[in-house]
């Protein structure tokens, strides 16, 4: 690595800190470690709260020692997956600093999950066992050892003995086929972004923030719960996005860490609601999806201050952040100290301690997400200035990225668009209704089996189609548009559809 | 019941500019019409909330304008 370019992305991160927040914050290689310094250093600050009772860092410490010792009970042993299957709870809170600084492997599971997808990935990441938030219990199915999120009274369990190269986490990522994969993070990758989310400008310590961002996400669990425990924040859960939004001018978040699109409710809700919806944000963290220079300029205009990044969960959280939304609003900031970065036919490449070791058990997918020499590659194109500012400019991956941050595979849901016995072939594609980014299918109808169509009987056809299959789909994954063709799809020489019909 | 529908369009019209709701009406549909994603509902639903003083349950999940209103003639007072 240029030592040049080594020491500007060092200037432009610690620049964002105070000489206070510049000593008290360093690199701490294990959660463990993290949770020690936490509860050494803010020992009496609030650390977490269920919105009514507050756990400050010392309780904290000893309630999770409580945790694992009840592990222990259960005769599991270092290394084995524990998934916590919940809201982002205190329970949630305190189970993943247990599993994680007892030495376990924890799998955080979005509590949107239906019970069959539940088993499955319980059954493809080996889960020795599962917890579960109590309002999910009719979904927990059979044969999977498991109980609920509720605090049980055990003996005190000790600090595993850990290293950065132990195994921490595994974080779902869907990837351009269907199936979810599970990227293997250590420590000390964890840590790298939750360190690296302590980069904050206009001061991080002793701030306040909603969990909103679940922490099945990446994003959410590093730099919406570890980066705010590092600095000393109050962490209040969140059961409901709707209410947690809802609740702002109530808890009074300073700090918020979101996916552009809830950036966008903050400032909708602002204006119907006046300012003082969210007078106490100084801050909003947002990472998954690009900003629109619209929605930048809004949030600065409620006096809130923006800070841009792009990251991927094989990176354990943000790689780059752009402290300058305004002045460079197409760009991403600068790559994080202590990590390198090379394009190599315009494909953005990088290695640091923050890389997941690989998808677990799938050693197909982890040989294709790196080069021989151990780079990993995003799938993204990218440029960069003159000053080390990054841009990025397309992907190579074919994934539509929604506004809420989810990464859609096209591919995924024409694959059920084709089980359809009147389509013939089709195309999904990222389209706009008015300004929003939504997901839409262009048809080939098969003539054969539907006969001749008139615009009028194709349209309402199909639209009974798409909203069947909408039914079976996710939230995020759902059709809004559809056009029906009445020409085939330009093809490429290998009879594919052109994914450029233009 | 058309009162609620020109509540509902100015919410509307107050949260998201960008959408032009003119042509909004019972029929409606949140994500066909408008492209509302689930984050979009979720913050017309708050906006609804605070104007006409409701809570809609967890599980309400709302794909038209219509079961919007109809939802509301049911759930408040006049």
Redesign the interface.
Known sequence: MNQNIADKQKEYFYSMLSDEERDLLHYLPTVADLLKFAAKEYAHLPAISDGESITDYEQLEKRVAVRRGYLKSLGLKKGDRIAVYSQNTVEAMELYLAITTGGYVSLMLPAALDSNTLFALCKKFKISHLFYDKTLADNIPDGISSCSTEFVVASLGEYANLKKEDICSICLTGGTTGTPKGAVLTHGAIMRGAFNGCFIPGGVLYQKYIAILPFSHIFGLVKGFLSCLYTGGQVVECR???RA??EIPVHKPTTLILVP??A??IV??S???GKNYCSSLKTVVTGAAPVSPKLMKELDALGINVLAGYGLTEGANLSAGNKAVLENPDSMGMIYPEQQFKTVDGELLLKGDNLMLGYFEDEEATKAAFDEDGWLKTGDLAKFDENGNIYIVGRIKNLII???GENVSPEEIEEIFDREEMIKDCLVKED?????T?IAIEILPDYLVTGEMSDEAASSAFSEVVSRINKTLP??K?V??FTVRKEDFKRTGAMKIARNQE | MDDILEKLKEIVSQTLPEIDVSDVTYNTSLRYDLGLDSIGTIMIGIAIEDEFGVMFPPEFSFESVGEICDYLEKNIDF
Not at chain 1, 432 to 436: D, M, S
């Open positions: 409901d996005i709707k939004f809802a699109g809830m966008e409710i909708g809700l204006k119907k609601m929604l506004d809420n706009k209704i008015g300004e929003r939504v939230d995020y759902k809004s548009k």
